[in-house]
């Protein structure tokens, strides 16, 4: 790795996918054609729910809040990485470097928080519905939606800041964009309170949500359990399906990415890691949603049957 003085460290160089030069160009192609996919699919969702009244529910509120942030998080990421696979600059400023960081873990930390959101609509939607207008009246969903992305973001700042204040005698990241732990492998030394701080905002931001929505969907399962038809029970249940579905990949990936060992894995096997939470995760929102989701569907056929009528 290359070093550096510690006070001259004013830019940093991404490694990116070097081991596989000979791929650059199928690389991009796949990544380019999957980010289409993700911009086009998240705007779909987002546009959908909009102009289709059937989904002015909750439930669909906070979908397209985090199609929306899906959207964003891909953008801080991807254009980027496309550039560097085609031969553009490999160097990020300092700043820039910070900037993306922050970015990066602001939207990602609102996607998972927004995840435990709606896991807590679907819990009272199903276990609670007499009273569910009145506990999810438009007031608290805007409340809860702005609540997760500001805490999102302040905890990113805190994040970030920890992080930039250090010393760094190396420059070249092993990795294709400002992750937590490649930004924090180039500094000098890292103090205990780093590793503290990036252990608990992970414990904060992955195991508590996903601990909430384990006994949300455990009271959820046994609440449907109860349904005396099976009809009624299938129904119940594919309210939640595709949320369940996008909880179990979205968590997995974040849990394998942040909680392995730092030695357990290659810097390739980082990457491969990496690529599935910043690339495909983003694009599994509307797949999941617009595959298993029949009011999506209806919705979408209402839509391309008006405009075909027009």
Not at 22 to 46: D, P
Not at 220 to 235: C, D, Q, Y
Not at 256 to 263: E, T
């Amino acid at each position: 790795m290359k070093k550096a003085n510690c006070t001259q460290v004013r830019e940093f160089v991404f490694q990116g996918f070097s081991n596989l030069q000979e791929h650059h160009l199928t690389l991009f192609v796949v990544f380019f054609v999957l980010y289409i996919l993700t911009l086009t699919g998240n705007a779909i969702i987002v546009t959908i729910i909009r102009i289709d009244h059937h989904l002015h529910t909750p439930m669909y509120f906070f979908l397209s809040v985090l199609s929306t942030s899906e959207t964003f998080y891909s953008l801080v990421i991807i254009p980027r990485m496309l550039g560097s696979l085609v031969g553009l600059s490999q160097t990020i400023s300092l700043e820039c470097c910070g900037i993306q960081l922050f970015f990066f873990l602001g939207f990602a930390m609102t996607n998972c928080l927004l995840l435990a959101v709606m896991g807590y609509d679907r819990y009272v939607a199903i276990c609670n519905p007499l009273r569910y207008s009145i506990i999810m009246n438009w007031r608290v969903c805007i409340m809860l939606a702005s609540s997760v992305g500001a805490m999102g973001f302040l905890l990113s700042l805190v994040q970030a800041v920890a992080i930039f204040r250090l010393p760094f005698c190396n420059t070249l990241i092993e990795h294709f964009f400002c992750d937590v732990r490649p930004v924090l492998d180039l500094a000098c030394t890292v103090p205990v309170i780093n590793e503290i701080l990036t252990l608990g905002l992970s414990l904060m931001i992955i195991i508590a949500p996903a601990n909430f929505l384990l006994v949300s969907y455990i009271l959820i399962i046994s609440t449907i359990l109860k349904i005396a038809s099976a009809e009624g029970r299938r129904k119940t249940f594919a309210t939640c399906a595709s949320h369940l579905t996008v909880v179990i990949i979205h968590y997995g990936c974040a849990s394998i990415a942040y909680f392995k060992p730092k030695s357990e894995n290659t810097a390739d096997q980082d990457q491969l890691i990496s690529v599935t939470y910043t690339v495909i995760t983003p694009l599994l929102n509307p797949v999941v949603y617009s595959l298993r989701n029949k009011d999506v569907q209806d919705a979408l056929r209402r839509v391309v049957g008006r405009k075909s009528l027009s």
